[in-house]
């Protein structure tokens, strides 16, 4: 319950500890983000990772002089393209042996069984459209990686998802984060990002349940 805390801790204040991380690290800063988006994207057991919020938060200290926009973007795109990368060849080598066991630790079968649902419904738009949608933002490479999508396909939606990902979220906190009215309500803000970002999953899921009870 304690590390619960901390972690919606972490996404409600996100201007205040990356505050710190820029006072305390400085330059290093940027490889913080890195190793964060990274882990966000490419480690299959670490969706909880913040990773829309992240960024218009990034974005919203570029704004005040804090962070460079450009750097930004190069590094933040890079890692998420790598993450994705990594993911997907996670999948391809230890995927299919994790996708037919009943139970499987530190991984959500849940989570890979609902990311394997939206590839039957998307195909490989997927890729594009799980960058703005937590949780399945990280078990969609992996799921494509277990065999339902080639790599030289993957590689085409990987880096597509992750410029658009990386420049509109990165960008709205650069034009929005600095206004008084998203300063003064920060928390509120990330929290609309976060419903955003969950509710297609949210409005599918609901979609799934009520079909499930008319059959």
């Given at each position: 319950?304690?590390?619960?805390?901390?972690v919606?801790d972490?996404?409600?204040?996100?201007?205040?500890?990356?505050?710190?991380?820029?006072?305390?690290?400085?330059?290093?800063?940027?490889?913080?983000?890195?190793?964060i988006?990274?882990?966000?994207t490419?480690?299959?057991?670490?969706?909880?990772?913040?990773?829309?919020?992240?960024?218009?938060?990034?974005?919203?200290?570029?704004?005040?002089?804090?962070?460079?926009l450009?750097?930004?973007?190069?590094?933040?795109?890079?890692?998420?393209?790598?993450?994705?990368?990594?993911?997907?060849?996670?999948?391809?080598?230890?995927?299919?042996k994790?996708?037919?066991?009943?139970?499987?630790?530190?991984?959500?079968?849940?989570?890979?069984?609902?990311?394997h649902?939206?590839?039957?419904?998307?195909?490989?738009?997927?890729?594009?459209?799980?960058?703005?949608?937590?949780?399945?933002?990280?078990?969609a490479?992996?799921?494509?990686?277990?065999?339902?999508?080639?790599?030289?396909?993957?590689?085409?939606?990987n880096?597509?998802?992750?410029?658009?990902?990386?420049?509109?979220?990165?960008?709205?906190?650069?034009?929005?984060?600095?206004?008084?009215i998203?300063?003064?309500?920060f928390?509120?803000?990330?929290?609309?990002?976060?419903?955003?970002?969950?509710?297609?999953?949210?409005?599918?899921?609901?979609?799934?349940?009520?079909?499930?009870?008319?059959?």
């Open positions: 319950m304690e590390y619960l805390l901390q919606i972490l996404f409600l204040h996100l201007d205040k500890y990356l505050t710190i991380i820029i006072e305390k690290y400085g330059l290093l800063t940027y490889a913080i983000l890195f190793i988006v990274f882990f966000e490419g480690i299959v057991i670490t969706p909880f990772l913040p990773g829309d919020s992240l960024l218009f938060a990034a974005g919203t200290f570029a704004s005040l002089g804090a962070l460079d450009y750097t930004l973007y190069a590094i933040l795109t890079i890692s998420a393209i790598l993450g994705d990368t990594v993911n997907y060849w996670i999948g391809w080598y230890v995927g299919p994790i996708f037919h066991k009943e139970d499987v630790r530190f991984l959500n079968k849940k989570h890979l069984l609902r990311t649902e939206f590839y039957e419904k998307y195909g490989g738009k997927t890729i594009i459209i799980a960058r703005f949608i937590p949780i399945i933002r990280t078990f490479p992996f799921v494509a990686g277990i065999g339902s999508m080639s790599y030289k396909k993957f590689v085409i939606y880096i597509t998802g992750a410029i658009l990902w990386v420049g509109i979220c990165v960008t709205a906190g650069y034009l929005f984060g600095n206004m008084p998203v300063k003064n309500n928390s509120l803000v990330i929290l609309a990002i976060i419903f955003l970002s969950i509710s297609p999953a949210l409005v599918e899921f609901i979609r799934h349940r009520l079909k499930g009870a008319s059959q």
